[in-house]
């Protein structure tokens, strides 16, 4: 029945141990990789051809130039549209300010366009002197923003200025992020030359501005490709679970639904360190959609119709605030929310509040004076089998053996809002993550991170999980593992053998019992890395811990935001990485380099590239009827270098992606 032994928390310990919340000639041909152009590019299209034949350029397609000294690729400075915005060079970050098109002109001549500003690349001033910067303005058709593509060898090209006759040039020879990009006189450097990389699924027709009602997301490269060494793009074959050689971007569209309400879409998570607001999409059986998301007016629930379009108004769930699971039904939904309660906190409640029919069927509280608990904070799961909801969170004791401990609830209600049997009221210490499935009889499976026994456990069946099976041993003591597992997600889904589900893990470089402990529950692990790498495990059967596979291995990468879902026959896993981390106490800081897709089948086996697309994930996906996938998040790119301070930003538009089968 919970940590009745476990000693007391300091205030500061309390505090840190729950995450808070604000809680032709040719053709270009296929190269595969090309001297001086780094591994981490290794799903683009990489172009050449030989010294003596001209290069086809398609104009419909956007490229990204790479420089060959550096590797990095030009890009319009911190993503601006304005006028007189500085090109420099910077890791390769899936960024449409990273992606040109070549528009023909005449003599051979080309403006390069930036996908994101649509503003052509020119040298400032129409100046004709070496080091003269190069920034991108509204096009003119002036000479200065008109460039001719020579070819090198080895497949390089030159990029040279219409009006001066210098070259695109990477000041100094320099390797860093930020670095100016300046014309000057050609000299055969390497920091002038570049290699062309061809954006896949643009291209040859395909290619849809940016801006326009439903446009691909693009993808990137990434570390841990698994392309082919004939630099096949991401997701050849029939196996690859996104298509006979389509890739998932391709596969991916994004569409907006404007918020009559500001949307706040980011808070301060473990260390204050900034995550998504949960965004919550869930399909009904007859394909209609459900997006929940919070304001201050309360809860919204967005409907919309199966090819995503707005559906009439948003209900409104007043007097709420987080969404913490969402079932959406032909005749409205369920919502696992918080309500105002009267408490010695003076702490919200657990609650889940059915609308049918436009009009309330319940409202549940499910924490309260006489359980002797509330929830000021959920990081919950909601699921439905067709006859009752589980609805797993996080517990605060207020009173009782419990008292002033954070722990979980797991509490079944039929559709008249009944309370069923089974579930438990007091489940794993300092709950860090929760993760639930439904089961058409019987307990829902269901997984929990427990910092005291430190590590994520089975937690099906739970009274106090001192035998509870251990999935992983992980670092979680004092809130290490807050945000690291997708608790506010509900990520567990069947497979063909059991069950999956999707973290980002430590890994443990030892796990021994804290002899220190009198209660004999304590467990003392050390973590293998600084960083958080993304691992699937499997379970055997709701109860019985299987294997696990590790998707990445890169110790200076951190990995975060990471979910599962099925994708077919296969499975999508998503993540966000932060490059250059460093890392205290549990969480690290570093540069955003992109949210990632990678489809896996049901042993772990990558059977797609990881590809970097142009859309966030902020809470749970939702598979409609023919299979394909939904969710809806708000177009930012997160700052992942420093603790959150003030406010989040507000935002009165969501967009809605849509990932086909």
């Not at 067709?386 to 002033?404: N, T």
């Not at 003591?477 to 063909?496: H, M």
């Amino acid at each position: 029945m919970g940590d009745i032994n476990e000693p007391r928390l300091t205030a500061q310990a309390a505090d840190a141990a729950r995450r808070p919340r604000g809680r032709h000639r040719k053709r270009w041909t296929v190269t595969g990789l090309l001297i001086g152009v780094p591994a981490v590019l290794g799903p683009y299209l990489l172009l050449s051809q030989p010294e003596s034949e001209a290069a086809t350029i398609d104009s419909t397609a956007y490229y990204r130039l790479v420089s060959v000294n550096s590797g990095k690729v030009l890009e319009v400075a911190e993503s601006s549209t304005a006028d007189g915005a500085k090109a420099v060079q910077r890791t390769d970050n899936g960024g449409q300010n990273q992606q040109w098109r070549l528009k023909a002109t005449d003599s051979g001549h080309y403006e390069l366009v930036n996908r994101s500003s649509g503003k052509a690349l020119g040298v400032k001033g129409a100046s004709t002197a070496n080091k003269a910067a190069v920034e991108q303005s509204a096009a003119s058709g002036a000479a200065n923003q008109q460039w001719k593509i020579t070819d090198l060898d080895g497949g390089a090209i030159e990029v040279v200025n219409r009006n001066s006759g210098k070259v695109l040039d990477v000041r100094a020879r320099s390797t860093a992020d930020g670095a100016a990009v300046i014309q000057y006189k050609a000299n055969g450097g390497t920091n002038q030359q570049w290699k062309l990389a061809a954006v896949p699924g643009t291209g040859t027709g395909t290619d849809t501005a940016s801006g326009s009602p439903s446009t691909p997301a693009t993808p990137s490269a990434s570390a841990s490709d698994n392309t082919g060494g004939d630099g096949a793009t991401s997701g050849g074959g029939n196996d690859s679970g996104s298509g006979n050689g389509t890739t998932l971007a391709q596969k991916l569209t994004v569409s907006k639904v404007t918020l009559p309400a500001a949307f706040r879409y980011l808070e301060p998570g473990y260390n204050q360190l900034p995550q998504w607001t949960r965004v919550d999409t869930q399909a009904a059986p007859d394909g209609s959609v459900r997006v929940a998301w919070p304001a201050s007016d309360g809860v919204h629930v967005t409907s919309l119709s199966p090819s995503l379009e707005r559906q009439g108004t948003d209900t409104v769930v007043p007097n709420t605030e987080e969404v913490s699971g969402l079932v959406a039904h032909n005749n409205g939904f369920a919502l696992l929310t918080r309500v105002p309660d009267s408490n010695k906190w003076d702490e919200t409640a657990a609650a889940l509040i059915r609308y049918k029919d436009g009009s309330v069927l319940f409202n549940k509280k499910l924490t309260g004076t006489a359980s002797n608990d509330t929830s000021p904070v959920l990081d919950g799961a909601l699921k439905w089998n067709g006859s009752k909801y589980g609805a797993y969170f996080v517990v605060h004791g207020a009173g009782g053996f419990a008292d002033g401990h954070f722990g979980d609830k797991l509490a079944y209600v039929d559709d008249a809002g009944t309370k069923q049997s089974g579930g438990w009221d007091w489940g794993c210490s300092h709950n860090e993550g929760i993760a639930l499935a439904p089961a058409a009889s019987g307990a829902f499976p269901s997984l929990c991170f427990d910092d005291w026994r430190s590590g994520l456990f089975v937690s099906t069946g739970i009274s106090a999980p001192d035998d509870a099976p251990v999935v992983q041993r992980e670092q979680c003591w004092a809130g290490y593992c807050g945000g690291a597992y997708p608790g506010n997600s509900g990520d567990l889904v069947k497979t063909t053998g059991g069950y999956a589900t999707a973290f980002a893990s430590r890994g443990a470089a030892s796990a021994v019992k804290n002899t220190a402990d009198s209660s004999g529950r304590g467990w003392t692990v050390t973590p293998k890395t600084d960083t958080h790498q993304v691992t699937v495990a499997f379970l055997k059967d709701a109860s019985t811990p299987g294997s696990t596979v590790k998707l990445t291995d890169d110790p200076t990468t951190d990995h975060v935001n990471v979910h599962i879902t099925p994708y077919g026959k296969n499975l999508l896993v998503s993540w966000e990485s932060v490059a250059d981390a460093t890392c205290k106490d549990g969480t690290c800081t570093g540069k955003f380099t992109g949210t990632h897709l990678q489809v896996i089948d049901h042993t772990g086996k990558p059977v797609s590239a990881d590809e970097v697309v142009d859309a966030r994930i902020a809470g749970d996906i939702a598979t409609l009827p023919d299979s394909s996938l939904t969710w809806a998040f708000v177009s930012s790119t997160p700052d992942y270098g420093s603790a959150m301070r003030g406010t989040s930003p507000t935002t009165t538009t969501l967009s809605v992606a849509r990932l086909t089968g």
